[in-house]
């Protein structure tokens, strides 16, 4: 479910001036008509995602940005950080839409505790990580991690690839 | 932080702020020039975007390139078209870059042009024989079995002989060999085109050597085409043992690569598991390394055709920072087939008015900024032209690899924008859009919008509907037309 995203400036903490507001605010307005299906609702961050219709049980799950914007988001039970970030317009690419045949929705898991909390990834999912921009030893990709309660609290940072920006499209990393 | 956001806010406010809509022209609807699209359309509020492509078909190599058994990697076709479907971005099909228009007059009609035409050419070895008969670029058979317009009159004989060498161990090189000894009932629910599909069910071959000048450490190919190749029902694969020792170096060079470390793995596991001669009927793939070659050799009954390769030995030699690179030895040895099919590298291809370094095969540019010439002067840029992807780059990595090389490219967009250094052109209002379609009609040029394109779309799925296949492709460039014009 890869959809074109344009996402807004998440930011309660910073002070920003009339001007950058009235400009943000044009330039939303534009991306929501730019993006078909940009639901209002989904600013708001204790939001269940927009999905189901059953009241879900739900994780509390932190994307950090490229440009390092904390991003909190509710995330139900069953739904891959993939999915979550789509439905919350946060900017995660997927370019195979979840099938284990890129690796644009590599994630970076900011603790080791949530990390070992995670299956060990497949054949299939070491395969695509191989290829990861900027690959970390918490790395992981964002449609194989599924919201379970134990990882409750979870922090995904989404990783800045412009530096390193090797031609063979991967970062020879000691791994 | 404040600042960098600062700087975003203005870079998207320019183009609504400007009087005139920034207009940009992208050559090539590939990965590249569908990322910088979207890219562009998202930093650049108000711009208008338009991409042309040579064929009535968009997507470059995902449609043309990735191979048919592997439709998950297409899935990214669905987020470029919801691009080209944005009110502020045109598909222009069918409109080549040089014969149907210029790159002045592109430069004339459009504030900024991006060139993400890609690589459609290949290296040569550079060895006698090339020109035999039976000896093919892997590029012009992956067309052929894609069903490219031009690759559909390849027609690779397969019927002559059961032996099949690519040179190579790329990527391309592993789905070349996976097309050529996978159960053909497999491939008969894919999108392949029917006419490889038919000379598949009736190939003779049965052997595939995949040749690489160095060793398994070196090889260029990734875990999951390896493994994939590997795992084929009922199919022999041989490496030699001794090409699976590993030295210091190869040792140094593994510590620095998890891909490389994984594929070696993948090697030797394959090398050891199973048995160690072919039973009778079977398939086979062989992993030769450590052989460059010399010469093709001719056919002493069949005048003109290919018999066989002649290859040298090979040894690795360090040249510094890691790398390895093959050293022939002075021994020689040959190797039967019927068809060759080199797979070294694609290469991208000039256009009247365009700097070009032929050395490298790529545009000089830096950073996506095209450079005036070859001199290596870095202060003299082409004013308002860019490119992206293997034009830029050369032709290597995936398709997640634009996703990158866009955002840098129009990341010196952008900078250009706000910095002035485009202000003589975006000062004044550009013909865009409605100036390229005034010429092309002009011209008689037939052009493919993306509506066109939909139809297209919509009659290879019926098609292959009828044939248990996600669709079938449309080959000729008249049937394409004419099922683009129909109502």
């Known amino acids: ?175 | 932080m404040a600042i960098f956001r600062a700087r975003r806010v203005l870079w998207r406010s320019f183009s609504t702020i400007s009087s005139h809509p920034l207009r940009v022209c992208i050559v090539g609807s590939g990965p590249a020039g569908f990322y910088t699209a979207e890219k562009i359309l998202k930093t650049h509020q108000g711009s208008q975007v338009d991409i042309i492509d040579r064929l009535p078909t968009p997507y470059g190599l995902v449609r043309s390139g990735v191979a048919p058994d592997h439709p998950e990697t297409k899935n990214v076709i669905n987020q470029f078209s919801r691009v080209a479907q944005n009110g502020r971005c045109s598909f222009f099909g069918n409109v080549a870059l040089g014969s149907s228009i210029s790159l002045v007059e592109l430069q004339e009609l459009y504030h900024v042009v991006v060139l993400a035409y890609g690589a459609e050419s290949d290296r040569v070895v550079g060895i006698p024989g090339e020109d035999l008969k039976g000896v093919h670029s892997a590029r012009e058979f992956v067309w052929w079995y894609n069903g490219h317009p031009d690759g559909r009159n390849l027609d690779p004989d397969l019927k002559n002989t059961d032996t099949a060498v690519i040179l190579g161990q790329g990527n391309v090189a592993l789905d070349v060999a996976r097309i050529l000894l996978r159960p053909t009932s497999e491939l008969a629910i894919t999108d392949i085109a029917s006419h490889a599909l038919t000379a598949l069910e009736q190939s003779s071959i049965r052997k595939v050597y995949l040749v690489g000048r160095r060793g398994p450490v070196q090889a260029a190919c990734t875990a999951k085409e390896l493994r994939e190749v590997l795992g084929i029902k009922d199919l022999y694969i041989h490496t030699k043992e001794t090409d699976l020792k590993i030295t210091p170096a190869d040792e140094e060079e593994m510590k620095n690569s998890r891909i490389h470390r994984r594929i070696y793995e993948l090697l030797s596991k394959a090398a050891t598991a199973g048995p160690s001669q072919p039973s009778s009927g079977q398939r086979e793939l062989h992993f030769v390394f450590f052989r460059q070659p010399d010469r093709f050799l001719e056919s002493y009954d069949r005048k003109g055709y290919v018999s066989g390769v002649h290859l040298e030995k090979t040894g690795l030699k360090g040249i510094g920072s890691g790398k390895q690179i093959a050293i022939g030895t002075g021994q020689f040895e040959n190797l039967s087939c019927g068809i060759v099919l080199k797979s070294i590298g694609y290469k991208s291809v000039p256009v009247d008015d365009l700097p070009f370094d032929n050395q490298k095969g790529v545009v000089p540019n830096v950073k996506g900024r095209v450079l005036s010439d070859n001199s290596g002067d870095p202060t003299s840029f082409e004013n308002g032209l860019y490119v992206c992807g293997w034009l830029k780059r050369g032709p290597t990595g995936i398709i997640a690899t634009n996703l990158y090389c866009a955002e840098e490219t129009v990341a010196s967009l952008s900078e250009d924008l706000e910095l002035g250094v485009l202000a003589s052109t975006t000062r004044l209002p550009k013909l865009g859009r409605d100036g390229l379609l005034q010429i092309l009609d002009n011209r008689n040029v037939r052009v493919v919008p993306f509506s066109a394109w939909e139809r297209i779309d919509k009659e290879e799925k019926r098609l292959g509907s009828l044939r248990n296949k996600p669709r079938e492709k449309l080959i000729s460039r008249e049937e394409l037309l004419k099922v683009a014009g129909s109502e």
Not at chain 1, 46 to 70: A, H, L, W
């Open chain 1, 1 to 175: 479910m890869s959809r074109t995203r344009f996402r807004q400036g998440h930011c309660g903490q910073c002070q920003r001036s009339p001007v950058e507001l009235l400009s943000e605010t044009r330039a939303f307005f534009q991306g929501a008509i730019f993006q078909k299906h940009h639901y209002f609702s989904t600013l708001g961050s204790n939001n269940t995602s927009g999905g189901g219709d059953e009241q879900k049980e739900t994780i509390s799950v932190t994307f950090v940005s490229k440009d390092g914007e904390e991003i909190p988001i509710r995330v139900p039970i069953g739904t891959s950080m993939l999915e979550a970030a789509h439905q919350n317009d946060i900017e995660l690419e997927g370019a195979c839409e979840g099938s284990l045949a890129c690796s644009t929705c590599h994630v970076i898991v900011m603790d080791m505790e949530h990390y070992n909390k995670l299956e060990e990834p497949s054949d299939e999912e070491n395969d695509m990580l191989d290829l990861a921009f900027g690959l970390t030893e918490t790395s992981r990709l964002g449609c194989q991690i599924i919201a379970r309660p134990e990882l409750d609290g979870i922090r995904l940072a989404i990783p800045a690839a412009t530096r390193n920006f090797a031609v063979d499209g991967y970062v020879a990393k000691p791994h």
